[in-house]
Structure formats: C-alpha cells, structure tokens
C-alpha cells in the first residue's frame, strides 16, 4: 500500500470517527461568563485575564444564568472600528451577537463542524436537554477530535481522558 492510499484510508477513518465521538468529550466543561448587565471594559478584562477570545453572556433568571449571547476579540475590534466614539463603560449589550448558535452534549464532533463552518462560528456553547449551558467547544477543540485518530498529532493536541 502506498502513502497516499496510508493517508486516504487514514481521512476516512477520522471521519467516520468524528461521526460518533460525542461533543462531550472534547468541551471545556467550565465555562467562564459574563452577566448581561456588566460594561464592555469588565467583559473585556475577563476576557484578559483568562486568555479567553470570545465570552458567553448570561442574564439571571430564577433557574440560575441562562446563556443569552456572545462577545468575541472580533465584535469589540469592529464596534471600535466604525465608531467615533466609543466608550468602554458601556453596556455589553450594545455587542453580543444574540443569534447564539448551540450544540447537545451527545451530538457529534461531526456535527459540530457542520454548525461551526455552516455558521462561520468559532465557539459552540454546549447545551443540556433543559437548556442549561454545561460546556463550550471551539474550534480548536473540534481540529483536536479529528486530528486525535491521525498518527500525524503533534503532541500539544494529546486529550487527557
């Protein structure tokens, strides 16, 4: 068998795996947030200080926090971008992307790349069967799950288990 017929029956194999391994499997399972109600600085400086590129609002309800929106580094840089004036004391509100595009825990990795690519995303909050957000997966988190059955993974993407 050649290399390229390897390397062939090596994508194919990935694929079928990306099929079935569950989204749960690669999610960070705590998710670091911001409320509704706090400033674009105080958004900004969570993000900092947790080397984050993107945060998850939430808003309270009698439940707990319910996942409302998002704020990436891309938001902030475009609402910088196109004002004149911009101030970062005011509220998030006026920059989270409120289509808030989610994924199951038993979904696939599979399908993760489908709402991810199809939505031009980089981040998926991970949603359980009653609506509470129980992870986050990324993009980065996705290229982990598809390159971990390659005999080609550098060793920053091994997955503890």
């Given at each position: 068998?050649?290399?390229?017929?390897?390397?062939?029956?090596?994508?194919?194999?990935?694929?079928?795996d990306?099929?079935?391994?569950?989204?749960?499997?690669?999610?960070?399972?705590?998710?670091?947030?911001?409320?509704?109600?706090?400033?674009?600085?105080?958004?900004?400086?969570?993000?900092?200080?947790?080397?984050?590129?993107?945060?998850?609002i939430?808003?309270?309800?009698?439940?707990?926090?319910?996942?409302?929106?998002?704020?990436?580094?891309?938001?902030?840089?475009r609402?910088?971008?196109?004002?004149?004036?911009?101030?970062?004391?005011?509220?998030?509100?006026?920059?989270?992307?409120?289509?808030?595009?989610?994924?199951?825990?038993?979904?696939?990795?599979?399908?993760?790349?489908?709402?991810?690519?199809?939505?031009?995303?980089?981040r998926?909050?991970?949603?359980?069967?009653?609506?509470?957000?129980?992870?986050?997966?990324?993009?980065?988190d996705?290229?982990?799950?598809?390159?971990?059955?390659?005999?080609?993974?550098p060793?920053?993407?091994?997955?503890?288990?």
């Amino acid at each position: 068998m050649s290399i390229k017929e390897e390397r062939r029956e090596d994508k194919s194999a990935t694929a079928r795996d990306i099929d079935t391994i569950p989204v749960s499997k690669f999610m960070t399972k705590t998710v670091i947030t911001a409320n509704l109600d706090q400033t674009i600085q105080s958004a900004c400086k969570i993000m900092n200080e947790n080397n984050l590129g993107a945060i998850v609002i939430v808003k309270r309800v009698v439940s707990g926090n319910e996942a409302v929106g998002i704020i990436t580094e891309r938001d902030i840089i475009r609402k910088i971008g196109e004002a004149e004036l911009f101030t970062t004391q005011n509220s998030i509100r006026e920059l989270m992307g409120t289509n808030l595009v989610t994924i199951k825990p038993n979904d696939t990795i599979a399908d993760a790349v489908g709402l991810v690519h199809g939505n031009n995303i980089r981040r998926l909050p991970v949603m359980d069967e009653h609506g509470k957000m129980v992870g986050i997966i990324t993009d980065k988190d996705v290229l982990k799950a598809a390159a971990r059955k390659s005999s080609y993974i550098p060793r920053e993407f091994d997955v503890e288990e």
